[in-house]
């Protein structure tokens, strides 16, 4: 079993900037591939980003590339989304994953643990 809390989120300007936190517990979480997906209202939770168990290897939505980064931490069990130079499109609650598929995908469906998830809201 894997346990997520997510911190981080609120409220900022567009063009602003935040930082995600998710801090995991549970047995051999460090082996899990980690993801952040958003959800906003009315809409389909998405995908955002994903980052392998060693760190090394990472994925991005396309509407994130080049202003939010995916982090890990193994020693400390966390992992971060920074997020720089935030759209008011980016408005949603925010949710950190754990994935145990040894196949990398993107679809909700196939994570296997989640967070509550936190407010991010984005000012026009």
């Known amino acids: 079993q894997v346990h997520l809390v997510e911190s981080g989120g609120g409220l900022v300007q567009a063009g602003g900037s935040l930082r995600l936190s998710c801090a995991a517990s549970?047995?051999?979480?460090?082996?899990?591939?980690m993801g952040w997906f958003r959800q906003a209202p009315g809409k389909e939770r998405e995908f955002v980003a994903r980052?392998?168990?060693?760190?090394?290897?990472?994925y991005y939505a396309d509407s994130v590339k080049g202003r939010f980064t995916i982090s890990r931490d193994n020693a400390k069990n966390t992992v971060v989304l920074q997020m720089n130079s935030l759209k008011p499109e980016d408005t949603a609650v925010y949710y950190c994953?754990?994935?145990?598929?040894?196949?990398?995908?993107?679809?909700?469906?196939?994570?296997?643990?989640w967070g509550q998830g936190t407010q991010v809201t984005v000012s026009s």
């Open positions: 980052i392998s168990w060693s760190g090394g290897n990472t």
């Open positions: 994953a754990a994935q145990r598929s040894v196949l990398a995908t993107t679809a909700p469906k196939m994570w296997d643990y």
């Open positions: 549970g047995r051999t979480v460090s082996s899990y591939r």
